[in-house]
């Protein structure tokens, strides 16, 4: 195989069998599955080949997956997709696709340095765009979930790797995998298409910690029903840069309302008082559920707090406590945009008790539907704070 350092926007190999190739300085890169990653130099540029681990290399169904893949992803030519230079044969790795490398970080090691919603919003736009451009080429990633989204250490940019042409027949995949998987790729009753990495976006962005400004936007991208599902990635971003801003209220009809509220709303409740043991009556500040939800014709326990503007409320807010760490440290950038929704929703109802009753309801519910993720002591923090906040706004109006 020629040295040559093959420019970014040409193909290293335009034929579909492998060709004898050699490299230097091998490190092996930990790895799940039944791939194997190696870090190597090609001449003075560093590549990375994918190829079986040596359990697997025998594997005519692998060998061939390896071979399907890459006649698939070499004509890829997109910044946020990473490069398939050339199919090759290397003694000692077996069969192997040679690969751009990356200096970067996975996804889930990103998410662990603490960084702004703004900052994963724009991780989110680069991997639709990624996602956009595939697409428009006829290719489905299949496999898209934290641990292949590299994220560059120079400049925070997406790399897509490690697409999947395997069904789950073929192979068994990991927990991980399937947590963020289309139902169709699931069960095999269909055949994949974009709408399938549309469902792994929007549960990435569960992860990604923005299920309270994008519930809308998640809860569309996971339908079921791929048919419910956005169309394409264009259909995404037009919603997802528009609707951003913080969390929109679920469009209900006053007829689903008034037939459908009192069922859910005790469905609900009845699954928190059994599942959490009354999580919003909290240690802290022993809050009452029944408080919370009660008909306005009770009266509000006292409180000192008055009525502010929605800044200084917020503010004051936000700083009576100290900021979340570890597990609940989610709450940070959970609690501005809570605060702002719960008080335009005060805003809107101040003066219909029972409407605003029912307005918190069914923002309630649909908070707690879109962070479907959280563990049980990351709920309880968040029934807490919610709980807090409506009892101190439910006083300040008296």
Do not use: W
């Not at 340095?113 to 919003?121: F, G, V, Y």
């Not at 009660?294 to 929605?310: C, G, I, L, M, Y």
């Not at 597990?327 to 005060?346: C, E, G, Q, V």
């Amino acid at each position: 195989m020629s040295e040559k350092i093959i420019p970014s926007n040409e193909p290293a190999q335009a034929a579909s069998e492998p060709i004898k190739a050699s490299y230097t300085e091998y490190t092996v890169i930990p790895s799940q599955g039944y791939c194997q990653f190696v870090k190597c130099k090609k001449g003075d540029q560093p590549v990375v080949l994918k190829g079986l681990k040596e359990a697997y290399r025998e594997r005519v169904l692998l060998r061939n997956a390896l071979k399907r893949e890459f006649k698939q992803c070499q004509r890829l030519n997109h910044p946020g997709i990473v490069r398939y230079q050339g199919l090759v044969d290397v003694e000692g790795y077996g069969l192997c696709i040679e690969e751009e490398y990356v200096d970067g970080r996975t996804l889930q090691a990103y998410l662990k340095e603490s960084h702004t919603d703004d900052e994963k919003i724009t991780i989110v736009n680069q991997i639709a765009d990624a996602l956009r451009y595939a697409h428009q080429q006829g290719v489905a990633h299949r496999n898209l979930k934290p641990s292949n989204i590299l994220i560059t250490k120079q400049g925070d940019h997406v790399k897509l790797i490690d697409f999947n042409v395997l069904s789950l027949d073929d192979v068994k995949p990991t927990a991980d995998t399937t947590r963020f998987m289309a139902p169709e790729l699931k069960d095999e009753t269909m055949t994949a298409d974009g709408t399938a990495d549309i469902y792994s976006l929007g549960t990435i962005m569960k992860v990604m910690g923005l299920t309270l400004a994008y519930s809308e936007v998640i809860k569309r991208c996971c339908a079921f029903k791929r048919s419910d599902r956005y169309s394409d990635i264009d259909e995404f971003l037009a919603d997802f840069n528009h609707d951003g801003s913080s969390f929109s209220m679920p469009k209900i009809g006053k007829g689903a309302v008034v037939i459908g509220f009192i069922a859910v709303v005790v469905i609900a409740l009845a699954a928190l008082a059994y599942n959490y043991g009354g999580a919003l009556v909290d240690q802290v500040g022993k809050i009452d559920v029944t408080s919370i939800f009660k008909s306005d014709a009770e009266t509000a326990p006292e409180d000192t707090a008055t009525v502010k503007s929605v800044e200084q409320n917020n503010n004051d807010s936000v700083a009576d406590e100290a900021p979340a760490t570890g597990k609940l440290a989610f709450m940070n950038t959970m609690k501005p945009a809570l605060y702002k929704d719960l008080d335009r929703l005060f805003a809107k109802h101040s003066d219909d008790r029972a409407k605003l009753n029912r307005a918190i309801k069914v923002y309630y519910r649909g908070l707690i539907q879109a962070n479907d993720t959280l563990d049980k002591e990351q709920r309880a923090e968040l029934d807490r704070v919610f709980g807090n906040y409506v009892k101190q706004k439910k006083a300040a109006l008296k």
